[in-house]
């Protein structure tokens, strides 16, 4: 089983994958309009597979992150062809890497708090239960800001390390198969190729979409303006992943954690 999961990792590093209708999308100029597949429904899929714009968005009051000085809308309206919900922020904060903490970029995390789903969310639960619980029933957002000019090949780079990091993980603690290695290796390759080799420019937001369930098909990660990747593993871990252990962004973490003590339904 190990070396399955070897296998997979190395096809991860190796392999260049196109998009397919399964697996995603993969755009062949990053500055082209971002395409999506069929996301939500099958009369919204028809849309979907024409240029969508998210570059506009209706934003009120804001955020500051005190660690950078970078801002942040309190709720955020995308605009495209496709209805998507009005997204509230509910924390947001620095990343810092190295022992000499250089600050990276600034990160908010939003959700659409006005799915009825949430009334099924008591208020008593935990920070934990109730953020896998946005996940994994709303549309959640990411907005990454760089504190400086950077390259998007840093960012595609950390995403990749975490997923094979969890692949690893799940392998180790047998809650994942080869099966489900294997499935996960295309739309980790989608998501590899989506990032140009390009400068990310300095205070540029770049927002990252989970899109919301649906009976149709798995959930759809959308990287604004880059393309989008079909796969619920891949999806849900990247956002998912900014909660676990201390998270990338320790005061992002704190600050969602507060704010989710008012969150639910009953």
Same mark, same amino acid.
């Given at each position: 089983?190990?070396?399955?999961?070897?296998?997979?990792?190395?096809?991860?590093?190796?392999?260049?994958?196109?998009?397919?209708?399964?697996?995603?999308?993969?755009?062949?100029?990053?500055?082209?309009?971002?395409?999506?597949?069929?996301?939500?429904?099958?009369?919204?899929?028809?849309?979907?597979?024409?240029?969508?714009?998210?570059?506009?968005?209706?934003?009120?009051?804001?955020?500051?992150?005190?660690?950078? %000085?970078?801002?942040?809308?309190? +709720?955020?309206?995308? &605009?495209?062809?496709?209805?998507?919900? !009005?997204? =509230?922020?509910?924390?947001?904060?620095?990343?810092?890497?190295?022992?000499?903490?250089?600050?990276?970029?600034?990160?908010?995390?939003?959700?659409?708090?006005?799915?009825?789903?949430?009334?099924?969310?008591?208020?008593?639960?935990?920070?934990?239960?109730?953020?896998?619980?946005?996940?994994?029933?709303?549309?959640?957002?990411?907005?990454?800001?760089?504190?400086?000019?950077?390259?998007?090949?840093?960012?595609?780079? %950390?995403?990749?390390?975490?997923? +094979?990091?969890?692949? &690893?993980?799940?392998?180790?603690?047998? !809650?994942? =198969?080869?099966?489900?290695?294997?499935?996960?290796?295309?739309?980790?390759?989608?998501?590899?190729?989506?990032?140009?080799?390009?400068?990310?420019?300095?205070?540029?937001?770049?927002?990252?979409?989970?899109?919301?369930?649906?009976?149709?098909?798995?959930?759809?990660?959308?990287?604004?303006?880059?393309?989008?990747?079909?796969?619920?593993?891949?999806?849900?871990?990247?956002?998912?992943?900014?909660?676990?252990?201390?998270?990338?962004?320790?005061?992002?973490?704190?600050?969602?954690?507060?704010?989710?003590?008012?969150?639910?339904?009953?």
């Amino acid at each position: 089983m190990m070396f399955a999961a070897r296998r997979v990792l190395a096809s991860v590093s190796t392999r260049r994958s196109f998009a397919t209708a399964r697996h995603g999308v993969r755009m062949h100029g990053w500055r082209k309009p971002l395409f999506w597949g069929a996301c939500f429904t099958f009369p919204a899929a028809y849309a979907l597979k024409h240029s969508i714009s998210l570059d506009a968005e209706v934003a009120t009051d804001e955020v500051v992150d005190p660690d950078t %000085a970078i801002t942040f809308p309190r +709720t955020l309206s995308v &605009q495209s062809k496709v209805k998507l919900p !009005t997204y =509230t922020l509910l924390g947001c904060g620095v990343r810092t890497v190295s022992f000499l903490g250089i600050k990276v970029y600034s990160v908010g995390f939003y959700a659409d708090l006005s799915n009825p789903k949430l009334e099924e969310l008591p208020r008593s639960a935990s920070a934990e239960e109730k953020i896998k619980f946005l996940v994994d029933n709303t549309s959640c957002l990411l907005r990454i800001i760089p504190t400086r000019n950077t390259s998007y090949t840093h960012l595609r780079d %950390a995403f990749i390390r975490t997923l +094979t990091a969890r692949i &690893q993980a799940a392998y180790t603690g047998k !809650t994942m =198969t080869q099966e489900d290695a294997v499935a996960v290796a295309s739309p980790m390759n989608t998501l590899k190729s989506m990032f140009p080799n390009a400068t990310f420019a300095k205070h540029q937001p770049l927002d990252i979409i989970l899109t919301p369930p649906n009976i149709i098909q798995e959930r759809t990660l959308i990287v604004r303006d880059l393309g989008a990747v079909t796969n619920d593993w891949v999806s849900k871990t990247i956002v998912l992943s900014y909660f676990d252990g201390q998270g990338n962004s320790p005061p992002m973490k704190k600050a969602v954690w507060e704010s989710l003590e008012t969150v639910g339904g009953r």
